[in-house]
Nanobody, 120 residues
Framework: QVQLVESGGGLVQPGGSLRLSCAAS????????MAWYRQAPGKQRELVAR???????NYAESVKGRFTISRDNAKNTVYLQMNNLKAEDTAIYYC??????????????WGQGTQVTVAS
């Protein structure tokens, strides 16, 4: 069974930094696109950053220049380095991945979410 496990959330002051990690585990043949989404209270889930297997990156305008997405294909892991955090970055952050399991069709998977709170 394939699953995504996130870590690295927490409470940080404005201007601070956090690094999120998300590891895909289980019987996996290949991991394709990986991404981070976030959902703030009362708002829809939105894309924060996406990275392809060949490491092409895309970012939401609101995080460009502050957040960096990266991945380690050998570890089936994606990271999100968040710098100069602002109160408006407060949200639950979800990992997303398109995975080809060893058995079954290609499918997309979500992590359980990790809370990021930016407050003084």
């Amino acid at each position: 069974q394939v699953q995504l496990v996130e870590s690295g959330g927490g409470l940080v002051q404005p201007g601070g930094s956090l690094r999120l990690s998300c590891a895909a585990s289980g019987s996996i043949f290949a991991v394709y696109d990986m991404a981070w989404y976030r959902q703030a209270p009362g708002k829809q889930r939105e894309l924060v950053a996406r990275i392809t297997r060949s490491e092409t990156q895309n970012y939401a305008e609101s995080v460009k220049g502050r957040f960096t997405i990266s991945r380690d294909n050998a570890k089936n892991t994606v990271y999100l380095q968040m710098n100069n955090l602002k109160a408006e970055d407060t949200a639950i952050y979800y990992c997303y991945a398109v995975i080809n399991p060893r058995q079954g069709p290609v499918n997309y998977y979500w992590g359980q979410g990790t809370q990021v709170t930016v407050a003084s």
